[in-house]
């Protein structure tokens, strides 16, 4: 059974570029969630795909966009990268209806992708 | 807004000492409760949890109490081992929310 899997695993890009990461959510999940974890901090939220949209928003600005397709899987897009944007990106999946952000249905992390800005 | 306090690192401790990681936080209503844990180069793991106060939740020899009165949930462990070692991340869910994790504490364990 196939966890949560990320591509790629390591990224280089210049200011300015744009960069879209790819995730498949583990077997049987309908719900996606993107996190950014900057050098020696914890995770934080970007935005959660449901049932194709858009669920719930972080505090980031616009540059950073997502899409889920109707296998579940989703990509997130950044554009006009700023060399704050290195950090590596989360993927994590769940079960539910998007709604319950509670967390009683866990979320499964995969292992990320380091993007590096220079 | 929702927000997670942890003790910060790096903490270093010998083979089966005991482990105290301490976490508070500040949210409104009543949140979930959760410890992750990062092995280098890897994603986060769930370790434990807890959804309502007085909860204990526990994993692998690790624990945690949901204290509502004291907005804590420190992590403990009696005896650590040597892989043991990575990056632990207190976190919680609250309501509507998605999960606000704190900045982690990496502990290493030496034989």
């Known amino acids: 059974d196939a966890g949560v899997t990320q591509s790629p695993t390591h990224l280089i890009k210049t200011r300015g570029q744009q960069v879209t990461l790819r995730c498949s959510p583990k077997?049987?999940?309908?719900?996606v969630s993107w996190y950014q974890q900057a050098l020696g901090q914890g995770p934080q939220f970007i935005f959660q795909y449901y049932e194709e949209e858009e669920r719930q928003r972080g505090n980031f600005p616009d540059r950073f966009s997502g899409h889920q397709f109707p296998n579940y899987s989703s990509e997130l897009n950044v554009n006009a990268l700023l060399l704050g944007d290195s950090a590596l990106y989360l993927c994590?999946?769940?079960?539910?209806?998007?709604?319950?952000?509670?967390?009683?249905?866990?979320?499964?992390f995969g292992d990320g992708t380091r993007l590096s800005i220079l | 807004g929702d927000s997670v306090t942890q003790m910060e690192g790096p903490v270093t401790l010998s083979e089966e000492a005991f482990l105290t990681i301490n976490c508070t936080y500040t949210?409104?209503?009543?949140?979930?409760l959760f410890w992750y844990v990062q092995y280098p180069g890897e994603g986060l793991q769930l370790l434990l949890k807890?959804?309502?106060?007085?909860d204990k939740g526990s994993n692998k020899g690790f624990e945690a109490t949901y204290r509502k009165e004291t907005t804590s949930f420190h992590l403990e462990k009696g005896s650590v081992q040597v892989s043991d070692s990575a990056v632990y991340f207190c976190a919680l869910s609250g309501g509507n929310t998605p999960l606000v994790f704190g900045k982690g504490t990496r502990l290493s364990v030496i034989a």
């Open positions: 994590a999946s769940s079960l539910g209806s998007g709604v319950d952000l509670k967390g009683n249905q866990p979320q499964h």
């Open positions: 807890a959804t309502k106060a007085d």
């Open positions: 949210a409104t209503g009543y949140p979930s």
């Open positions: 077997s049987g999940h309908d719900t």
